[in-house]
C-alpha cells in the first residue's frame, strides 16, 4: 500500500518542479557552477575506484557477533609511484614517511570511505594520511607498498583497510 502511494506522489513533486518556475528554487552562482561541474563529470573510465574502511577494536570470532567489515571513512588517499618497502621508511610495519618515490596524486575520499582517481596505466602504491604518517598495510611478495596496477581502459577495484587499531 505505500509503494502505491509513494509513485503518485513521486509523480506529482517531479511534474510540478518540472513545469512550475515559481516552484524552483534560485541557486548562487558557485551552486550553478559546481552543478555544471558534476554534470560534465564523465564517469571514470580507466584508474582506480574503491572504498576507504576503518575497524578497530576485538576482532575474535564470537558465535555472539558477525565479524566487522569495517566503517566507511573520509581520509586522504595518496597515489605513489609503485613504492618499495626500501624505499621509504617504515614504523610499526604500516606507517611510512621519506617515501623516495614521486607522488602521483591525491584524493579525498566522501563521507561513506568511497573514491575514484582516473590514472594512466601503470603501477601504483597507496596509503592514506594518519597521525603517525602515510598508513598501508599490504604487501607483495617483492616487498611493495599496497601495490595496485591500472591497465589500459580498466578501473582497478580497491578495498583499502585502515586497521591499526584492530585486535584480531
Given at each position: 500500500m505505500e509503494k502505491l502511494l509513494l509513485l503518485p506522489l513521486?509523480?506529482?513533486?517531479?511534474?510540478?518542479?518540472g513545469t512550475s518556475n515559481s516552484a524552483q528554487t534560485?541557486?548562487?552562482?558557485?551552486q550553478v557552477e559546481q552543478s555544471k561541474a558534476q554534470e560534465q563529470q564523465a564517469?571514470?573510465?580507466q584508474g582506480i575506484a574503491g572504498k576507504v574502511l576503518w575497524q578497530s577494536g576485538n576482532q575474535m570470532p564470537s558465535p555472539d557477533a558477525p565479524p566487522s567489515k569495517g566503517?566507511?571513512?573520509?581520509?586522504?588517499?595518496y597515489v605513489y609511484q609503485l613504492t618499495?618497502?626500501?624505499q621509504a621508511s617504515t614504523t610499526d610495519g604500516v606507517f611510512h614517511t621519506n617515501i623516495q618515490t614521486d607522488?602521483?596524486?591525491q584524493v579525498q575520499t566522501d563521507a561513506n570511505g568511497n573514491f575514484a582517481v582516473s590514472l594512466k596505466?601503470?603501477?601504483y602504491s597507496l596509503f592514506t594520511k594518519e597521525e603517525k604518517g602515510?598508513?598501508?598495510n599490504l604487501f607483495d611478495g617483492e616487498n611493495n607498498i599496497y601495490p595496485v596496477e591500472v591497465e589500459e581502459g580498466q578501473v582497478t577495484s580497491v578495498e583499502f583497510l585502515i586497521n591499526y587499531e584492530a585486535s584480531y
Amino acid at each position: 500500500m505505500e509503494k502505491l502511494l509513494l509513485l503518485p506522489l513521486a509523480l506529482l513533486l517531479f511534474f510540478c518542479n518540472g513545469t512550475s518556475n515559481s516552484a524552483q528554487t534560485t541557486k548562487s552562482p558557485d551552486q550553478v557552477e559546481q552543478s555544471k561541474a558534476q554534470e560534465q563529470q564523465a564517469p571514470l573510465e580507466q584508474g582506480i575506484a574503491g572504498k576507504v574502511l576503518w575497524q578497530s577494536g576485538n576482532q575474535m570470532p564470537s558465535p555472539d557477533a558477525p565479524p566487522s567489515k569495517g566503517k566507511g571513512v573520509q581520509r586522504t588517499v595518496y597515489v605513489y609511484q609503485l613504492t618499495n618497502g626500501a624505499q621509504a621508511s617504515t614504523t610499526d610495519g604500516v606507517f611510512h614517511t621519506n617515501i623516495q618515490t614521486d607522488l602521483v596524486t591525491q584524493v579525498q575520499t566522501d563521507a561513506n570511505g568511497n573514491f575514484a582517481v582516473s590514472l594512466k596505466p601503470g603501477r601504483y602504491s597507496l596509503f592514506t594520511k594518519e597521525e603517525k604518517g602515510l598508513y598501508a598495510n599490504l604487501f607483495d611478495g617483492e616487498n611493495n607498498i599496497y601495490p595496485v596496477e591500472v591497465e589500459e581502459g580498466q578501473v582497478t577495484s580497491v578495498e583499502f583497510l585502515i586497521n591499526y587499531e584492530a585486535s584480531y
